[in-house]
């Protein structure tokens, strides 16, 4: 059976990109025909400046919203990256794998670096180092297929060469996996700036539609998107990215092409309107369910447990193959 691995990371509130980038999909595919782990991958929050009281709530807040989003751990596991040891131990043999260069190549490093930088803030060392612990998320796991957005294509790309390096110095002993991005809203923009990615940790937050925004926040946010000059309505992501992003995020809700779509609108504000009703129902049950499950905070940690059991009894042998196969003495 094929076996998927994908994460999100609790440094900010989960927002429409993450839902219609990776998490609609995990709901509405991968969990039904795959073994599938979805994991909160709280250890990479601490790459970046943290408070630890938020990284807690968050991590407790995004494996609330993935369960309310529809991940059945019946079908499914759902856990938390620290509760699972075996991902820092094989982490360090990814870094013992990976160059100092294929690292420093890495856009969100090249990215976030400058951004602390420009804060006048120091970048920790973690944060160059962060592919080298995803690739262990996803080999510890022996993951075929890791379901991600755009944006984090390139980091599969790495672990992919992570893992083939390691089985050819070492012997056989990870899948190599492949990332898988969905065919519409790859890459959701912020809705004030539609060159940028809406992104969860971003300091100007109009732009960016969070899973938990009331309704009336969502219109609001949906219809002050910026669009682009030009009257005839077209799906052009590089000349019109304004348009093209409520088209994509109307076409994600509605199961439809962006470009269809483009044809049976002649009004920027009939798109903007439609969009924002399109996104208010999808994200209804989640709010919904979210509440529920607040309510019952010892189902969450059942889950929680459950899925920590399973991922350890999953990693440990891969992980345990990999420290015999680099010449650590297995622990007597
Ligand atoms: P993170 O937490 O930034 O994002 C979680 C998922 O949401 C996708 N995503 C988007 N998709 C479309 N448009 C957007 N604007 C948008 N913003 C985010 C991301 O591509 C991702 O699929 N490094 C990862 C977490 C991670 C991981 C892993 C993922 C750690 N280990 C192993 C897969 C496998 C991250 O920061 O995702």
Known sequence: MTRIFSGVKPTGHLTLGNYLGAVHRWVQV???????LFCVVDLHALTVEHDPGRVRRLSRQAA???????????VCTVFVQSHVDEHARLSYLMECTATDGEMRRMI???????REQQRGGSVRLSLLTYPALMAADILAY?????????????????????????????????????AVNPSVAARVM??????CKMGKSHAATAGIVYLLD???????????AVTDSGIEMAYEPGTRPGVANLLDILAA???TSPRDLAEGYDSYGALKKDTAEAV???????????????????????????????????????VDAAYAAVGLLPAL
């Open 253 to 255: 809700c509605t199961g």
């Open 214 to 224: 009331e309704p009336d926040v969502v219109r609001r946010k949906v219809m002050r």
């Open 142 to 178: 022996q993951a075929d297929e890791v379901p991600v957005g755009d944006d984090q294509t390139q980091h599969v790309e790495l672990t992919r060469d992570l893992a083939v390096r390691f089985n050819q110095r070492y012997g056989h002993t990870f899948t190599v996996p492949k």
């Open 108 to 114: 969100q490093y090249k990215e976030k670096a400058a």
């Open 64 to 74: 609330t919203l993935l369960l309310a989003a529809g991940l059945d751990p019946a």
């Open 190 to 195: 912020d809705l004030q700036d539609p060159t």
């Open 280 to 318: 208010v129902e999808l994200l209804r049950p989640l709010r919904e369910r979210h509440a529920q499950l607040c309510a019952d905070p010892g189902e969450v940690d059942r889950v929680l447990r459950e899925g920590a059991e399973r991922a350890r009894a999953l990693a440990r042998p891969t």
């Open 30 to 36: 991968d969990q039904h025909r795959a073994d599938a």
